[in-house]
């Protein structure tokens, strides 16, 4: 399995989108009643706070590394590809 950097700021908005969604979930459900204003503040919280997240991870890792795709050969590899078949 290939390894991945870890993003906290799309954590902590992944957090608030799913907190905003089980608010109307619940409300479509009838449990409790949501108004329908209650997305606007969670989503600007979300987004300020990933914001800071990443922020702060940016600062404390700097710049992620770039990863090509390109394999590396050995030099035995590249001198059989280049010698011409007689």
């Known amino acids: 399995m290939l390894r991945h950097e870890f993003h906290p700021g799309k954590l902590v908005l992944g957090l608030f989108l799913?907190?905003?969604a089980i608010a109307y979930?619940?409300?479509a459900g009838g449990i409790w009643d949501t108004p329908w204003?209650?997305?606007f503040p969670l989503?600007?919280?979300g987004l300020l706070l990933g914001g800071a997240a990443a922020a702060v991870s940016y600062?404390?890792?700097g710049r992620?590394?770039?990863r090509t795709g390109r394999s590396t050969t050995h030099a035995a590899d590249r001198s059989a590809e280049d010698t011409p078949d007689a």
């Open 43 to 45: 989503l600007v919280a």
């Open 18 to 20: 799913l907190i905003a």
């Open 25 to 27: 979930a619940g409300d």
């Open 59 to 61: 600062g404390i890792r």
């Open 64 to 66: 992620p590394v770039v």
């Open 37 to 39: 204003f209650v997305a």
